[in-house]
Every structure is written in C-alpha cells, then in structure tokens.
C-alpha cells in the first residue's frame, strides 16, 4: 500500500515540511501518558487522522505496520511512534484487528476465502504475554470507519443495479459489480463482513459456488438463503446458460450458411449440401434448446407471479385487520339511531327556516296600503289604450316591401301622428285586434 513520493508530498499536511515538527512527530513516545500527556495526546491527534485519510486514498481497508512505516518513510527515517499510536485506535475503536473483526460475525465461507485467522499470531500472542507495547509487522488491522464506507457504497451499488431483482448473486457477479467500490477481493471480503453484521447480507456455499444475498430496500435485515431462493438461482443460471448456448448454435447455423453459398459459388455443390445439412442439424438443436429455454423462462414468470400474489394477498390481509379495528363497535342498531338522530335535526332545521322566512318586520297596516297600491297598479296596466278613428289614408310606398308611410300631404298634422305612434308604443294589443288596420301604410311628413 505504499505510495509514490510524489502522491506523498500532495497528499501530507504543511506540518510535513517543518523539520523541528516532523523531528517531534517521529520520535518515540514516553513510556507513560501521565508523565507527559501534551507529547501524547499531540502524536496521537497527528497520525490517528492521517492514518485514516491515507487508507481511504489507497481504498484499502486494511493496514499494517509494515505498509504504514514504508509510506511514511521521510528522508530515510520512518516514524517510531506508529506502533502505540495503532494500539490507541485499538482501544478508541477506530481500529480492530482483522481476526477479531471476522470471528465476530458468522462470516461461513468467507474466512477460508480470504485466509482469515480465528487464531492469534503467534508473535502477537508472545508479545502480549510478555507485556510488550510492539505490533507485529504483518498484523493486519481493520479501519473501522473506512470499512463502513464500503459497505454502505456497495449495499447502494446493488440496489440501483439491474441484480438487486434477483435474490442470490455468485461472489463473481459481485465482484464484477463492484470492481469500482472495492479494489481486491479482500476488500470486498471486508465489507461484506460488514454488511453481516449490520444484517444486510448472508452468504451461502452452495455446490462449492459462493452465493451471496442482499436485503431488500425498505427491509431492516436481510432473511436466510431458503430452498426457493436456491431453485430460483438454479433457473436463472439455467436460463443464461441456455441464452448464451441458442446464440451461439445460432451463429454456427449462420456461419454454415454463408459456406455453403462459397462452396457452391465455387462450384462445389456437393459440399455446399453437406455444410447446409450440417446447418440445419443445428437449426434443429437451437430450436430444442429454444423450447427449454421458454420453459424455464415460464417457470420463472409463474414464480414471479406467485411472489406477487402472495404480496397481494398479504395487502388483503392487512386491509381486512385495519378494517375491522376500524369498524369495532360500529354496529346497525348504532348506525339507524345516527340516521334517525340525523333526520330529526334536518327536519328541526327546515322548521326554523320556514320560520325565518315568514316573519316580517313591518306592520299589518302598512302591509294592507301596499296590497292596495298593487291592486290599483293591475287594474291600470289591463285598460287599453284608446285608438284614433281619424282616417287614415294609403300614403307612398317607401320601397321596402309591405310597408309605407303616411302622406303629409293628405291632410294629418305632425301632432297626430306622434300621438298615433304613442298609442302604439303603449299597446301592441289594440293593433293586432284590427283597431289599425294592417292595411294602412304610413308615410313620413314631406
């Protein structure tokens, strides 16, 4: 995990440069807190973070001794303090060791796949026995906070992916799915361990193949690899066995073909035959295979299906609880007492609008004189108007058809035929009863 000089010096603090400050930072650490807590506590405040930063920069989650004293190497001297500073993280949490990191989840097949040891080291378990503060070299150690990361990046990488559908993936399908996540395999390794223990993932072996299964979105935890995810698994593996074997029986029976049509430019007739007939052989066997292949693809329809109707009918369920704690209590003799209560306040309600509507503010006489008033009014509007039985002479025509005018010549005054034309405006009526007769034709006043 060592890195270039070059990588170093971007990636290191001012601090880096100090020469008093590094000379500080490189020293070794007293041998008791307590007699200098200042040199300590700066030390530790130092290298804990850069520590961290530089595993994340790496993408490793996993450090050791070796590896951390060659990328901090300055100017020939490495740090000798890194040792107390790793069993700082230790005790703070930011750190565990790699075996005890594993033997604290059920981790199955992944503490052969990746090496891990439930079992202490053997220098580790001497130096501990003999009180020594020195870290192993080569012990690896897990950074807590980085190993969460990976975690959480991979759990949103397989649910956004077209896999997160599928119940089971083979440890090769996730490492091709995550190859951007995690650089190794011990990487991934780690963080599936992780997803362990938050309950997000279990794994399983399965015909010596690593099956791994992811808890679905919305779910708190991840449920045990059961004999029906292991069918399914076993029918999508078919179904791309059987995809990828009908493509290429396909591309041979297309290759087949276009020898034929060689041969027989060649004029090699005879071998153009042989190579068609081998074509359609395979033909034949593509559609067999073709057949299977929509078998195994129905069958994983009605597995689908089934998986949505069980849904469904846990949705039924559900309703049919919510509705009767909805309806505890309610019962018919209840519900017609609320009717009956209800109607009698409608029936109250209309009552004191009737009420309202007939009462008045003014008085019985004043009431009496405006009946009278209209009364009067009535009797009025129903005598017609009285109509002039002066002649009325055919005048000119005006040219619009059906219609003419009165003559000033004829001998009727201006007077006259503005009071004519008042009665009219009163009274249609006396008009259409023939008190005018439609045949008179008034003409203007020259």
């Not at 399908?173 to 938050?198: G, K």
């Not at 559609?287 to 009918?313: C, F, P, W």
């Amino acid at each position: 995990m060592s890195v270039s000089v070059q990588q170093r010096d971007e990636w290191f603090p001012p601090d880096w440069e100090d020469e008093e400050r590094m000379a500080f930072l490189f020293s070794a650490f007293k041998e008791n807190r307590d007699v200098d807590c200042t040199d300590w506590d700066g030390k530790i405040n130092f290298w804990s973070p850069l520590i961290i930063d530089h595993c994340r920069r790496c993408g490793s989650v996993c450090v050791n001794l070796q590896d951390l004293n060659e990328s901090f190497r300055r100017k020939g001297s490495v740090p000798l303090g890194l040792s107390t500073v790793i069993q700082s993280m230790i005790r703070s949490g930011k750190m565990q060791k790699e075996s005890e990191f594993a033997a604290n989840v059920d981790s199955s097949w992944l503490l052969w796949g990746v090496g891990l040891l439930l079992v202490r080291p053997v220098k580790w378990t001497l130096s501990a026995l003999l009180g020594s503060r020195r870290v192993p070299l080569e012990e690896s150690f897990v950074v807590i906070e980085l190993v969460k990361e990976k975690s959480a990046a991979l759990l949103a990488t397989y649910r956004s992916s077209p896999l997160a559908e599928r119940s089971l993936l083979s440890f090769h399908e996730l490492r091709a799915l995550s190859s951007h996540i995690c650089p190794d395999e011990s990487t991934l390794f780690m963080a599936l361990l992780q997803l362990q223990r938050e309950k997000h993932v279990t794994v399983s072996l399965h015909e010596g193949e690593k099956l791994v299964k992811f808890s679905k979105a919305g779910l708190a935890r991840v449920s045990p690899v059961s004999e029906v995810d292991l069918g399914i698994y076993q029918l999508q593996h078919s179904e791309k066995l059987l995809e990828e074997r009908v493509e290429a029986l396909g591309q041979e029976a297309e290759k087949c073909k276009q020898q034929a049509k060689a041969l027989l430019k060649d004029g090699k007739k005879s071998q153009a035959l042989r190579c068609l007939r081998g074509g359609k052989r395979v033909e034949k066997k593509a559609d067999l295979l073709y057949a299977q292949l929509e078998t195994v693809k129905g069958i994983l329809e009605r597995i689908a299906n089934s998986q949505t109707d069980r849904l469904v009918m846990q949705a039924y369920q559900a309703g049919v609880a919510a509705l009767r704690i909805s309806l505890k209590g309610v019962t018919v003799e209840r519900a017609e007492n609320l009717v009956d209560q209800i109607q009698e306040l409608c029936d109250t309600q209309d009552e004191v609008n009737q009420t309202l509507a007939s009462g008045s503010l003014d008085s019985g006489g004043d009431s009496e004189e405006l009946e009278e008033e209209l009364k009067s009014l009535l009797e009025k509007t129903n005598v017609l108007p009285e109509v002039s039985t002066h002649p009325v002479s055919l005048g000119r025509k005006t040219g619009i058809s059906g219609i003419s005018v009165p003559d000033g010549s004829l001998g009727i005054t201006d007077e006259e035929l503005e009071r004519e034309l008042s009665r009219l405006a009163v009274s249609d009526t006396a008009v259409q009863k023939g008190n005018i007769s439609s045949q008179r034709r008034l003409e203007p006043a020259q």
